[in-house]
């Protein structure tokens, strides 16, 4: 099993920045890739960005140029740099990880998912 945690949500501003962080514990050596996922009210749960164990990225059009994700694996934590934040950012947002030896999968394929982080950004 594996355990994620995030931690860096909370209020942004529009055009500000946010860091989300995402600890994982546990069978780390079953992990492929990791991503984050956001769910705004009323809306399905989408695909942020991913990388995998090697670092090929993938990037939602929504966020690409604003987003950034990356992975320490010696320290077992994934990384969501967001910047220029604007309102429809607001989500909360969900670490996920999952064993095939893919980038991107299905929500429901994913193996493991965090509680999720409350993101807010103001206009």
């Known amino acids: 099993q594996v355990q994620l945690v995030e931690s860096g949500g909370g209020l942004g501003e529009a055009g500000g920045s946010l860091r989300l962080s995402c600890a994982a514990s546990g069978s780390i050596f079953s992990i492929n890739a990791m991503g984050w996922y956001r769910q705004a009210p009323g809306k399905e749960r989408e695909l942020v960005a991913a990388?995998?164990?090697?670092?090929?990225?993938y990037y939602a059009d929504s966020v690409k140029g604003r987003f950034t994700i990356s992975r320490h694996n010696a320290k077992n934590t994934l990384y969501l740099q967001m910047n220029s934040l604007k309102p429809e950012d607001t989500a909360m947002y969900y670490c996920?990880?999952?064993?095939?030896?893919?980038?991107?999968?299905?929500?429901?394929?994913?193996?493991?998912w965090g509680q999720g982080t409350q993101v807010t950004v103001s206009s």
């Open positions: 996920a990880a999952h064993r095939e030896n893919l980038v991107v999968v299905t929500t429901a394929d994913e193996d493991y």
């Open positions: 990388i995998s164990r090697g670092g090929t990225t």
